[in-house]
Nanobody, 119 residues
């Protein structure tokens, strides 16, 4: 059983939108801080957005503030990343990750979903 499975990636034109989903299983999702990371080809993995277990607090990478929104549905064991006004520099493999606290090490990682922003 894979703890985290991402979906929703694809090819989109600049200015377009995508919504990523990450479905969790095998652990108590509602107790975990959830994060979205991304890794562009040849670059290090970077944190994009983070949300507390109860969804009350979020944090974003500066370059995505105002364009991306992280949210979660604890009843569905799913975390989302709504991405609007996409830019070519947003092209990357996007991963979700789960940690037991805001500053805790990550216990689970997804396999990633490719997002390509190109005309």
């Amino acid at each position: 059983q894979v703890p985290l499975v991402e979906s929703g990636g694809g090819l989109v034109q600049p200015g377009g939108s995508l919504r990523l989903s990450c479905a969790a299983s095998g652990f108590t999702f509602s107790r975990y801080t959830m994060s979205w990371y991304r890794q562009a080809q040849g670059k290090q993995r970077e944190l994009v957005a983070k949300i507390t277990s109860n969804g009350m607090s979020t944090n974003y990478k500066d370059s995505v503030k105002g364009r991306f929104t992280i949210s979660r549905d604890n009843a569905k064991n799913t975390v989302y990343l709504q991405m609007n006004s996409l830019k070519p520099e947003d092209t990357a493999v996007y991963y979700c990750a789960a940690a037991r606290g805001w500053s805790a090490d990550y216990d689970y990682w997804g396999q990633g979903t490719q997002v390509t922003v190109s005309s």
